[in-house]
């Protein structure tokens, strides 16, 4: 069972999951609970979201996302146009709500968790991942430079008959955009992480489940600095293991895939 987290800066605070801990009827959560989301309100910063496109543990007190999880193949991809960001009025009442004007001035981008083109075969797939619990907040040197070369990689994966499932978020407090370094924006209601992070489970085809993640499957890790000047810089130079992820977030990322498998591809570091 996974242990659910609170992440203040880079100390990891642990409690203890919920009794009602629910498996996750989606494909997207092919790879498990990180957190041990549950729909819960009592639960409200490790909350969970379940929509067609996309799983997500929302932290209500941070205003962003724990971490998205989703799924990619061909069957996702098409050529639909950007479309507005927007509140997500799905959220339980009495939560504030995040809205697209929190990020305006603040120096940092609205960052998807779950790219805008990763979600455009349908409109109803586009709007969801322009709804704010996709957001978080990303110095544009890091949106628009690793992060986004990684989203594009991803993407020609898929296009050479690859399946991904793909799991996302923030980690620490404070990072620095053009006005400079913030812990957070919208007066305090959404955190500003220090680095985002992003693991990669690469499937050879579509369609081979939980089955198809053994010691020989490919995977990639990354995290990220949330500041300026590494918009040059590649995705491969932030690689590291999803053990190191794991260490620095304290969640289980793979927690569906079984221990001899994890003891194998969690240390690894990919190298393609």
Known sequence: MAIAV?????????????LTEQAIDSPHALLGNPTGATTSVAQPDNFLVVRPQYVLSYNRDKGIPNWVSWQLNQGWLGELDRVPFETDTTLPDGWYRVTPDDYTGSGFDRGHLVPAADRDRTEADRQAAFLMTNIMP?????NRGPWEKLESYCRDLVKQGKELYIIAGGVGSG???????????????VAVPASTWKVVVVLDR??????GVTTLTRTIAIVVPNRQGIKAQDWRDFRTSIDAVEELTGYDLLSAVPKPVQDVIEPRIDVN
């Open 6 to 18: 609170l992440v203040i800066g880079f100390a990891v605070l642990r409690f203890a999951p919920s």
């Open 138 to 142: 990303q110095s544009p040197d890091n």
């Open 175 to 189: 990072g620095i955009g053009e006005r400079g370094r913030q812990t957070a924006i919208a007066q305090g209601r």
């Open 206 to 211: 579509p369609g081979l489940g939980l089955a």
